[in-house]
Nanobody
């Protein structure tokens, strides 16, 4: 079964930065809008950012101005640069296509923002 591999998470203090990566299979990755999703404990999974093949990006209001999504189609890799992290950004982060979910969910990468 095809699923992305997310990496780059960790423990960071408030105000810190992390860069997440998502390696995904090429045939699906190159043909679809890709998104970063996150799920905090006790909450539903939510879309935080998406990147179209044409470079158009959209962000949830909660991360706008702090997160930057980008993609490298040659490497089939999606990135999420996260700056000015807040405790409320703590969650497991996943990548998948948008709006249809064409990959199985991967393991995700844990981001914990705490002092």
């Amino acid at each position: 079964q095809v699923q992305p591999v997310e990496s780059g998470g960790g423990l960071v203090q408030p105000g810190g930065s992390l860069r997440l990566s998502c390696a995904a299979s090429g045939s699906i990755f190159g043909m679809n809008v890709m998104g970063w999703y996150r799920q905090a404990p006790g909450k539903q999974r939510e879309l935080v950012a998406r990147d179209s093949r044409g470079g158009i990006t959209n962000y949830a209001d909660s991360v706008k101005g702090r997160f930057t999504i980008s993609r490298d189609n040659a490497k089939n890799t999606l990135y999420l640069q996260m700056n000015s992290l807040k405790p409320e950004d703590t969650a497991v982060y996943y990548c998948n296509t948008y709006p249809g979910l064409y990959y199985n969910w991967g393991q995700g990468t844990q981001v914990t923002v705490s002092s």
